[in-house]
């Protein structure tokens, strides 16, 4: 029988069905630096879920690297950063777009591994990330609203709304803690922007074309938010894709693909405007799944950049097989809980979701107050 979820009730579902089986607690401190690559190249072999896609030949890495950790002595400052040059080597191909190493070894704390990101350094169209929105460039019509707020965990976000020439909805935020925000006690501008836009929304003038979400330069956040956000443009589940998770301690131990929905809110109405979302390269994980939740809707658009490639959920490492897990007292693993597909069939992870109208990064016009990508979106509905 298949169950139907919403993308953010799949942690709850799976802790039901998928609970991680008892191990053995890892020792705080690692007999030598080849514990602490067998710790990792075990963690790697039993929690990373993108194996069956994932070109790394993992038995050919534990051959290459276990003779060169066997000769290393944890107590030489030289060897333990050579001991860092092969976790970042073995590592490079890895293509979870979310897979970092975070060292908490006093001596190595100023080290981090993070393929994905140095891939990108890399890469011929690579730009550092801009400041969205840039509210005095003369786009929004007096009379928007933007404002902040600090989650319980101490991020800050940031988000705006307002009218585009009165004829476009628009609405920016570059973190999802929407729904915390929103539902705090305390005094903050996201929930005072957030007001304004369901208003909005809620009242749409006649002279509302159509509605533009841009989530560029958003580094992701809470999934609860997919709903709580999106949720208010539609008026039956909508479903975006799938979702699996590890079953066992094998490479290839998965569950079935289960389906991705968001749900709606209660009494919202479908939204018969176009809907517009903007993306770019420094789009993630959550900000992901908005913009391909977004383009399961019909008369939808994506405009912009291909979006970062980190596509799956993450999760508390206690609940599951696979996702983060830590080495002894050197390093902690970031790494995705599970694997997600959309629903074109199609794995994103570490490739990054396409826009339908690219509009690349164009830092000469942003700097002077002209976006590009937005005035695209302008143009799409008269």
Known sequence: MTRRTSFSGLLLLLLCSCNKSKVPAIPASPGSLSDVFEAYWNGMNNNYLYWDIDTTDWDKT?????????????????DLRKAVGYFRQMSGGIIDGHFSIQFT?????????YPVLNRKLLAPDFHSPFPYPRADSGYLDSGYVSGGYVTTGQDRVFAMSGT????CLYFYCDKFALQEAFESDRVNGVRNVLQYFFEQLNT????????VIDVRNNAGGNLADLNFLLGSFISKPLAFGYTRYKNGNGRLNYTPWIPAYVMPKKNSKALTLPVIVLADSYSISMAEATVMAIKAMPNSYFIGETTWGATGPISDEALYYGGPFSVYNY???????????????RIYEGKGFPPDIPIPFDAGGLLNGRDRQLEKALSLVQ
């Open 164 to 167: 585009i020439q009165r004829r």
């Open 331 to 345: 390093f902690s693993v970031y790494t995705s809980s599970a694997e997600f597909k959309y629903i074109d069939g």
């Open 105 to 113: 070894y006093p001596l190595l704390k100023d080290s981090m591994i």
């Open 204 to 211: 749409l003038s006649p002279e509302i074309r159509s509605l």
């Open 62 to 78: 534990y051959a290459v690297y276990k003779p060169l950790f066997a000769v290393l002595n944890d107590q030489d400052p030289a």
